[in-house]
């Protein structure tokens, strides 16, 4: 993975995939993100995937939902590790800000990352 803070996106079923192969698709950075399924997961594994999936590295962990599995394995793992953040409601938006601003802390990818995503949602 090139330098910068690390992405991790934990979803249900093949979501994280997808988001990642579209951001790749549009931004080319092949190496910012790494997807993780809870499909077939008990609690226990889907921790060790994330925590496989952070490494060392400052990082920052979408999740789909604010609650669930998903949400719940990344809390109890980043417990352990100091220099990371979640940011719940994943969208392409959001994950293409990142991929392009993964310079600074984990602290302010996120928070370019949500300003980027919630600004994307619209009603017309």
């Not at 953040?85 to 969208?91: A, K, L, S």
């Not at 602290?107 to 600004?119: H, K, V």
């Amino acid at each position: 993975m090139s330098s910068g803070v690390r992405g991790v996106i934990v979803c249900h079923a093949g979501l994280a995939g997808a988001l990642v192969e579209a951001v790749n698709q549009i931004s080319g950075l092949g190496d910012a993100l790494v997807p993780i399924s809870n499909e077939g997961c008990d609690r226990d594994l889907l921790r060790d995937r994330i925590a496989e999936a952070l490494g060392p590295d400052p990082a920052v962990v979408f999740v789909d939902l604010p609650t669930g599995s998903c949400m719940m394995a990344a809390l109890r793992e980043l417990k352990e590790v100091h220099d990371a953040c979640i940011v719940t409601g994943v969208n392409l938006p959001m994950l293409l800000e990142f991929v392009f601003h993964r310079d600074g802390t984990p602290d302010e990818a996120a928070a370019r990352a949500r300003a980027a995503g919630t600004e994307a949602i619209r009603v017309s």
